[in-house]
């Protein structure tokens, strides 16, 4: 499904001439094209949507990161950059939950998996991570995790 979003998305930025919007749809292909690589010398065919989302997320957080170090060393126009093709990048993700949503989506896995400690953080952050793949930052979930485990 998002592969042909990728495709039509990508004729439709060619026959605009959206030259940023080209040039990061065909970055958001060649790195899907290296993870299909990937899985097919692991004996896997086309990586599914759930593994596409993950890769987006990826190539936002390498953007953000990026443009903070631009930021930082007084290059704005490349950190404008960034932040161009984080939000181009960013039209194909779910939209985010709010760390109230995030809470309550934590404690239902809590409440669902039974876990009664810090010990069972592994257990609830794999029902997350099912559940809630492209939605949830697991970066601020596990603290989030923690705390209501602890």
């Known amino acids: 499904m998002l592969r042909d979003r990728f495709m039509s998305d990508l004729k439709e930025a060619m026959k605009a001439g959206e030259k940023p919007r080209l040039g990061t749809i065909r970055l958001i292909q060649a790195a899907l094209k290296d993870k299909d690589i990937e899985a097919r010398g692991a004996g896997k065919g086309p990586i599914p949507d759930d593994e596409i989302l993950q890769l987006l997320q990826k190539m936002v957080k390498q953007r953000q990161e990026s443009a903070k170090m631009y930021g930082d060393g007084g290059r704005p126009e490349l950190a404008d950059q960034e932040n161009a093709e984080i939000a181009i990048i960013s039209v194909y993700?779910?939209?985010?939950?709010?760390?109230?949503?995030?809470?309550?989506?934590?404690?239902?896995?809590?409440?669902?998996?039974?876990?009664?400690?810090?010990?069972?953080?592994?257990?609830?952050?794999?029902?997350?991570?099912?559940?809630?793949?492209?939605?949830?930052?697991?970066?601020?979930?596990?603290?989030?995790?923690?705390?209501?485990?602890g």
């Open 93 to 149: 993700l779910p939209q985010q939950m709010d760390e109230a949503e995030s809470r309550a989506a934590i404690a239902a896995v809590i409440a669902e998996t039974g876990a009664a400690g810090v010990k069972d953080m592994g257990k609830v952050m794999a029902a997350l991570k099912a559940r809630h793949a492209g939605q949830m930052d697991f970066g601020k979930a596990s603290p989030l995790v923690k705390q209501l485990l």
